[in-house]
């Protein structure tokens, strides 16, 4: 797939990654980097007697995991650079316990050419677990340049 094929108004499914373990040590990890350390996410022992029956993934943890799966999925042999745009809409639908495989399923739903050359693109992501359950749902944005645009 080309920059240029991303110009659309029909929406395309685009594939699914690879399975990603979401691991104690992530979680915690990503606990420490933010300062998020509520118990649900860091306390094993506490979390296994709660409706969960288990420490779970933080929210944004997960989305930080979408764009290694966007560049996965959506691979444009002329790229030249690419930029995260943000999200119209983001929704956590449900919990990863750690130890949880998750992957993205991308669809891109339009494109549009911009005056400085870039494309900039909208995907709908469906973050799934294992089981089959959607775990993040989103819309998001991206800017992609092709080799014969500036950036």
Do not use: C
């Amino acid at each position: 797939m080309k920059v240029a094929d991303l110009v659309t108004t029909v929406t395309t499914p685009l594939g699914t990654s690879s399975w990603t373990e979401v691991t104690q040590e992530q979680i915690t990890g990503f606990a420490d980097v933010t300062g998020d350390q509520q118990w649900i996410h860091v306390d094993p022992e506490r979390a296994a007697d709660s409706t969960f029956g288990g420490t779970i993934a933080h929210g944004y943890l997960l989305l930080s995991l979408v764009p290694l799966m966007v560049e996965e999925v959506m691979v444009l042999e002329d790229r030249r650079m690419g930029v995260n745009y943000g999200s119209n809409r983001l929704r956590f639908t449900g919990p990863v316990r750690a130890g949880t495989r998750v992957r993205g399923r991308l669809a891109l739903l339009s494109g549009v050419r911009r005056p400085d050359g870039g494309v900039l693109s909208t995907l709908e992501l469906v973050l799934e677990r294992e089981d089959g359950t959607p775990a993040l749902v989103a819309e998001l944005l991206t800017l992609s340049y092709d080799a014969e645009q500036p950036a």
